[in-house]
């Protein structure tokens, strides 16, 4: 297996613009984790899921984020519109049950 | 909802000595608290897990602490390397209730001197 698969590595947009994050988690692991990497805020759960179903939410900054996964296999993380302080590392992890979570490499995120 | 803390922020130390790092957790139905290092530019990575059944493990140079009473675990590192150099992140999760939830520390950042 390749690993958990994050794309794009790097974006760049202007503030106001769309932006979907994806994940391809390991095959066969019934967990997946967003998390946001900053400076100042560390590692941040901002939402994860169990078996495809959105499980706790509550890290979602706010209703710009929105995150889906519409089968084992595939999930995304959108924010709409994106804004300066949105700018940070995005990652994604994956795990099976109560084993270890495997992170993808990240996708690095610039608003400006 | 779990908080964890985790100290120091920084730590330098001199290749060859060992390296301590604690974390706290608030959670009492915690259950799993792994800890992850992270090299520049580059994903988080599990070096050494621990479950709340046991005390300590001890993988070669590197071991784990917990006391559940207290709410508390920590990472040992002994003779440092300079590849040891990173920021390491500790973690809680309670996953025995199927919640799955991994809330990290602050991160800690390690440098080795040689």
């Known amino acids: 297996d390749a690993g958990v698969i994050q794309s794009p590595r790097h974006e760049v947009t202007e503030m106001g613009q769309e932006v979907t994050l994806r994940c391809k988690p390991i095959?066969?692991?019934?967990?997946l984790f967003w998390y946001r990497q900053t400076m100042m805020r560390g590692l941040e759960l901002l939402i994860y899921?169990?078996?495809?179903?959105?499980?706790?939410d509550s890290g979602m900054p706010e209703d710009r984020f929105s995150a889906k996964m519409p089968n084992a296999s595939f999930s995304t993380l959108k924010i709409q519109p994106s804004e300066p302080r949105d700018s940070a590392v995005y990652f994604c992890?994956?795990?099976?049950?109560?084993?270890?979570?495997?992170f993808g490499q990240g996708t690095r995120l610039t608003v400006v | 909802g779990e908080n964890v803390e985790q100290h120091p922020s920084t730590l330098s130390v001199q290749e060859g000595d060992s390296a301590v790092i604690k974390c706290t957790y608030s959670?009492?139905?915690?259950?799993?608290f792994p800890w992850y290092k992270q090299e520049l530019g580059k994903r988080p990575q599990l070096i050494i897990d621990?479950?709340?059944?046991?005390g300590e493990k001890k993988d070669q140079r590197i071991a784990v602490t917990l006391n559940k009473t207290a709410k508390h675990f920590s990472l040992h590192i002994t003779e440092t390397q300079p590849e040891d150099s990173a920021v390491y992140f500790c973690?809680?999760?309670?996953?025995?209730?199927?919640?799955?939830?991994?809330?990290f520390g602050q991160g800690t950042t390690l440098q080795v001197k040689p």
């Open positions: 899921f169990n078996n495809n179903v959105p499980i706790d």
């Open positions: 992890a994956s795990s099976f049950e109560d084993s270890e979570a495997f």
């Open positions: 095959s066969g692991h019934d967990y």
């Open positions: 959670d009492s139905a915690s259950n799993y």
């Open positions: 621990i479950r709340s059944n046991v």
């Open positions: 973690a809680a999760s309670p996953r025995s209730s199927n919640t799955g939830k991994l809330i």
